[in-house]
């Protein structure tokens, strides 16, 4: 299927966040987004390109821009495929979480939950 045939069957940005970086004496800063496809998007310059396609098999419902231990940026989304993932700027894959499989949740079937997507992220450090 073409990328316009796909787009024109509703593609919509269902969360994002931006990531800003120094260029020479700038400050530039780039919006990156997930939509209902399951891709991961920039909106730079005006323009919608996608970086990553299939980064979940279903819908993204939460994007988290954040950085670790002060020396590494990671970019962490979650979708209704039920799993957490964790990407370089480049948004190569570094780790992924099935949330129904952590083992924080004893009988989801006895509750009736079907879909175990997480609908925000927060990222708390300790030291």
């Given at each position: 299927m073409g990328e316009e045939m796909r787009y024109a069957n509703a593609c919509f940005i269902t969360c994002?966040?931006?990531?800003?970086?120094l260029l020479g004496?700038?400050?530039e800063s780039d919006i990156i987004v997930g939509?209902?496809?399951g891709e991961l998007a920039l909106v730079a310059c005006g323009k919608y390109?996608?970086?990553k396609e299939r980064a979940h098999e279903k819908m993204i419902n939460c994007l988290k821009i954040t950085e670790i231990l002060r020396d590494k940026?990671?970019?962490i989304t979650s979708g209704e495929d039920e799993?957490?993932?964790i990407w370089d700027t480049k948004f190569n894959l570094i780790n992924e979480f099935n949330i129904r499989k952590?083992?924080?949740f004893e009988s989801t079937t006895a509750t009736g939950i079907r879909n175990m997507s997480a609908q925000s992220i927060d990222i708390f450090s300790c030291r």
């Amino acid at each position: 299927m073409g990328e316009e045939m796909r787009y024109a069957n509703a593609c919509f940005i269902t969360c994002l966040s931006y990531i800003s970086y120094l260029l020479g004496d700038q400050i530039e800063s780039d919006i990156i987004v997930g939509n209902n496809f399951g891709e991961l998007a920039l909106v730079a310059c005006g323009k919608y390109i996608v970086v990553k396609e299939r980064a979940h098999e279903k819908m993204i419902n939460c994007l988290k821009i954040t950085e670790i231990l002060r020396d590494k940026v990671v970019i962490i989304t979650s979708g209704e495929d039920e799993f957490i993932r964790i990407w370089d700027t480049k948004f190569n894959l570094i780790n992924e979480f099935n949330i129904r499989k952590t083992g924080f949740f004893e009988s989801t079937t006895a509750t009736g939950i079907r879909n175990m997507s997480a609908q925000s992220i927060d990222i708390f450090s300790c030291r």
